[in-house]
């Protein structure tokens, strides 16, 4: 169920987390995985990636860096007649908000030696506290949030390239008016190290559960066509000659007995 929209941030709100929730089974749980993402080229370049049939690099995130040239416009003395788009812009509604974001943080983000790389750690930042915002304190059913960095890498035609994950944040909450456990180092401790024997990690048995027979009978078909009983051609054969009658052949190569006027 996608909650976000540009630069990863939770756009759908409350509204849209009660929707996902609401999917979530009786008994069961939710798990929502969030990150922005950020590309990187062949040589290292961030914001720069080679999309899979597209022969030159191009921007990512895209929406992140037209907001950083936003605001640069705007705060610049040289263009500081040209504004970005208002924040409630209805047909650009998104980005306009991605920039009121960056506009916020500029202080952070211009002495940056990569602007790009300190607006992604924002953005991560905002989109949390957002998605934590838009959990109701009483929403009946644990909650995980697995978030970090999505860092996507050139795709050459014919291969899908490798994309990677920096996880930031582990948390889980088991029910309703609790707080959210941190748990992102042990992921990372784990994640990390050989603890995990993967070649002789125990395989769960399998499911126990047998579906119940099913109670549903056809019905018997209304109508039986008859059975005809018909002879071996030899059989037929042997009845003509006993009885004095000469086969005859069809035109079509069958022997039919002869008919007698």
């Known amino acids: 169920f996608p909650l976000s929209g540009l630069a990863g941030v939770p756009f759908t709100g409350k509204t849209g987390f009660g929707a996902y929730g609401s999917h979530a089974p009786d008994g069961g749980a939710v798990l929502i995985f969030f990150a922005p993402h950020i590309g990187l080229s062949e040589v290292g370049e961030l914001g720069k990636v080679k999309r899979l049939g597209v022969g030159k690099h191009s921007g990512a995130c895209?929406?992140?860096?037209a907001a950083i040239a936003?605001?640069?416009?705007?705060?610049s003395a040289q263009n500081h007649e040209q504004q970005p788009p208002p924040a409630d812009d209805p047909l650009d509604y998104q980005q306009s908000q991605v920039v009121e974001i960056i506009d916020q943080h500029w202080e952070e983000i211009k002495d940056s030696p990569n602007r790009l790389r300190a607006a992604t750690e924002i953005v991560y930042q905002v989109i949390k506290w957002r998605l934590i915002a838009c959990i109701p304190v009483d929403f009946p059913k644990p909650v995980g949030l697995i978030g970090g960095i999505q860092i996507n890498t050139d795709k050459e035609d014919g291969s899908s390239g490798v994309d990677y994950f920096q996880p930031k944040d582990v948390l889980f909450r088991r029910g309703p008016n609790r707080e959210f456990t941190e748990k992102t180092l042990e992921f990372q401790r784990l994640a990390a190290s050989d603890e995990i024997d993967h070649q002789n990690y125990e395989q769960p048995p399998p499911h126990q559960y047998q579906p119940p027979p099913s109670q549903y009978?056809?019905?018997?078909?209304?109508?039986?066509?008859?059975?005809?009983?018909?002879?071996?051609?030899q059989q037929y054969y042997?009845?003509?000659?006993?009885?004095?009658?000469?086969?005859?052949?069809?035109p079509h190569g069958?022997?039919?007995p002869a008919i007698d006027h």
């Open 217 to 233: 009978q056809p019905p018997p078909p209304q109508y039986q066509p008859p059975q005809y009983q018909q002879p071996p051609p």
């Open 238 to 250: 042997s009845q003509q000659q006993s009885q004095g009658q000469t086969p005859q052949m069809s």
């Open 70 to 75: 936003a605001v640069e416009k705007k705060r």
């Open 254 to 256: 069958s022997q039919t």
């Open 62 to 65: 895209g929406s992140l860096l």
